[in-house]
């Protein structure tokens, strides 16, 4: 079980992904040492999943971002829905997908180079798919805000 410790480390490091031991001795009151074992533990035990790196607008400004909604099949079989996810899971440009509720069953965020790179990547991962009805997509004017982060108390 988490304590009140596990909590306050899982609170800065998705902050900070690169933060020392002794850095987060400074928000946590617990010795660099216990820090680093209990980070350990947390990443073992699955409470951690993974440390990614955010890219920089310099780098990323340019580039196609686009919302897609998609309806799937009234009829859409178990193994079609799955290879569907597993298609798009396996796709870079696929930033995340969302199971949701409502007149739409996914909700993706696609990254691309271009309105060419886009289309493409479309027809491959949607359009060609035998379990996909229909889907909409609307493109990204601006981002102001992307915090990946879920406080625990």
């Not at 079609?80 to 996810?85: M, Q, R, T, Y």
């Not at 180079?113 to 601006?142: C, H, I, N, Q, W």
Request: overall charge neutral.
């Amino acid at each position: 079980m988490l304590d009140k410790f596990d909590h306050g480390l899982l609170n800065e490091i998705q902050r900070d992904g690169l933060a020392t031991a002794d850095t987060l001795a400074q928000s946590v009151a617990l010795s660099p040492s216990a820090i680093a074992r209990r980070l350990r533990r947390l990443r073992a035990e699955g409470w951690l999943g993974r440390t990614v790196a955010l890219l920089g607008s310099r780098l990323t400004e340019g580039r196609l971002r686009a919302l897609v909604l998609v309806q799937l099949t009234e009829h859409a079989d178990r193994t079609g829905k799955a290879a569907l996810l597993e298609k798009l899971d396996a796709a870079e440009t696929v930033q995340w997908v969302l199971e949701i509720s409502g007149e739409h069953d996914l909700a993706l965020l696609l990254d691309c180079r271009s309105m060419d790179a886009f289309v493409a990547e479309a027809e491959t991962l949607l359009a060609g798919s035998p379990v996909v009805r229909r889907y909409e997509t609307s493109f990204v004017k601006r981002s102001w805000k992307f915090a990946p982060f879920v406080r625990l108390d």
